[in-house]
């Protein structure tokens, strides 16, 4: 999924359940299961005119991340870990950043290293990135532009509506 709703579930997860050691281990894998759900992105790279969309989406959700923290005193506890929910709802994705600039492309998840690692249960689970067709678990939304905004939009309503109530 785009970073804005992976943001809002970090953010989500840290603010709704108090105790952090519950919250930011869930607001990590909040991501392989948003990833999970039928959606649409690009194929995420820093170069040419494709990027504009993701430093757009960063910039956005870096923003919804800070309106939702200074919700808490700057520097408090809550602060902290409600930047920390968005950061690891986010950081499945970080990790490729490495890749992407250097390879241009994903990580491999030929190697035994904890990204490679990472990236294969990325592989498995996403249902939109680099997917062969046949792999996916839900393949009749592949390719379906209007689906794939869809959950993500239903996924940005739910946490904001938890967010803001
Ligand atoms: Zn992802």
């Not at 997860?13 to 649409?40: M, Q, R, V």
């Not at 249960?121 to 997917?131: C, P, R, S």
């Amino acid at each position: 999924m785009w970073m804005i709703p992976h943001t809002l579930a970090g953010v989500t997860l840290a603010t709704k359940i108090e105790n952090p050691s519950i919250s930011l281990p869930l607001a990590l894998l909040s991501h392989y299961l948003l990833d999970f759900i039928p959606h649409w992105t690009q194929t995420p790279t820093f170069f040419g005119k494709k990027s504009i969309a993701l430093y757009v989406d960063f910039i956005i959700s870096l923003s919804l991340g800070l309106f939702f923290a200074l919700k808490f005193p700057f520097g408090s506890n809550e602060f902290w870990i409600v930047i920390l929910g968005a950061a690891l709802g986010n950081f499945l994705d970080a990790v490729r950043i490495p890749a992407l600039l250097l390879r241009r492309d994903l990580p491999s998840t030929q190697s035994h290293s904890l990204i490679s690692i990472a990236e294969k249960i990325h592989a498995k689970l996403d249902q939109d990135v680099k997917h062969e067709k046949e792999k996916l678990v839900f393949k009749f939304t592949k390719g379906n532009v209007w689906i794939g905004i869809g959950t993500q939009i239903l996924t940005v309503v739910l946490c904001l509506w938890l967010l803001l109530t």
